[in-house]
């Protein structure tokens, strides 16, 4: 994601309104095309051209240059399926990058093959500590606008995901860097608000995680398309597990109910693994 603090510095979304937001919203968007279009797929193509001189690789970029399609050839002959035959790299200039961390990115193949040197390179990556209320907040509002029936596709990913952050020491940090929440809710109030999104209930006692029972019907099916796919290294919980321990962690925020605190920081480039949002 691209922190759009490079582009137009601290802004005070509290004290704006909603037709300065939708100004630099709009004008943030022209500068990603733009980027895109002119830094970034350029480079993408020279480097492929370079390292990958036997390969036959393809890159398209949507209207808007928010998302990126990199095709590469497959070994696979029969129709992929779940699995795509391309990497998705979806941009983002209207969000922020704090807080982050620093990461040695060791690439698989390191670890089955011997006398070869890979690179490792590092990155500045979203802290999980944002992923996790990033991932709070997306959940919070797909439940909301109970539109899973329609497209659940590759969305079961995100309750996964956020399963296996409370299971590690992220969860108990959020909590404790409550504040975190707090400044996802008033960014994705300022940029990303729908009347179905309802951002403030993840402050007051309100929070969803878990959808009704016809988008969690759909939502398990495609959790099961991910796990038939051989999407995880590893056994994967079942769903009924995921629903329960995010149900605890639903009564869990909706406890600990937080008020409003806005806070401010640097702006950077980094890597979001969190997903689109909503």
Not at 87 to 113: K, T, W, Y
Not at 183 to 197: G, P, R, T, Y
Request: glycine share 4%; proline share 5%.
């Amino acid at each position: 994601t691209i922190d759009y603090r490079n582009f137009i510095g601290e802004f005070a979304f509290e004290h704006a309104s909603r037709s300065q937001i939708k100004k630099i919203s709009n004008d943030l968007k022209l500068q990603l095309k733009i980027l895109a279009e002119t830094k970034i797929v350029p480079h993408l193509k020279e480097r492929s051209k370079t390292l990958l001189t036997n390969c036959q690789i393809d890159i398209t970029l949507s209207e808007d240059g928010e998302k990126l399609r990199y095709f590469y050839p497959t070994l696979v002959n029969t129709p992929i399926g779940y699995l795509r035959d391309h990497v998705l790299i979806e941009f983002g200039i209207r969000n922020s990058s704090e807080p982050c961390d620093q990461h040695v990115i060791a690439p698989l193949l390191a670890e089955v093959l011997d006398g070869f040197v890979l690179p490792k390179p590092v990155v500045t990556t979203l802290s999980p500590v944002r992923t996790f209320w990033e991932k709070v907040t997306l959940i919070h509002v797909e439940c909301n606008k109970k539109r899973l029936t329609q497209s659940p596709a590759r969305l079961s990913r995100h309750w996964y995901d956020l399963h296996m952050l409370t299971h590690s020491w992220v969860m108990d940090e959020a909590f404790i860097q409550r504040r975190v929440l707090e400044d996802v809710v008033l960014h994705k109030k300022a940029f990303f608000n729908s009347a179905s999104a309802h951002y403030d209930q993840c402050l007051n006692g309100n929070l969803r995680l878990i959808p009704d029972d016809a988008d969690k019907k759909v939502l398990a099916t495609d959790y099961r398309q991910m796990k038939e796919a051989g999407m995880f290294p590893v056994k994967p919980p079942e769903f009924v597990e995921i629903m329960n321990s995010l149900h605890e962690l639903e009564l869990r925020c909706n406890k600990n109910r937080c008020q409003a605190h806005y806070g401010t920081g640097k702006g950077q480039i980094c890597v979001l693994s969190s997903t689109p949002h909503p």
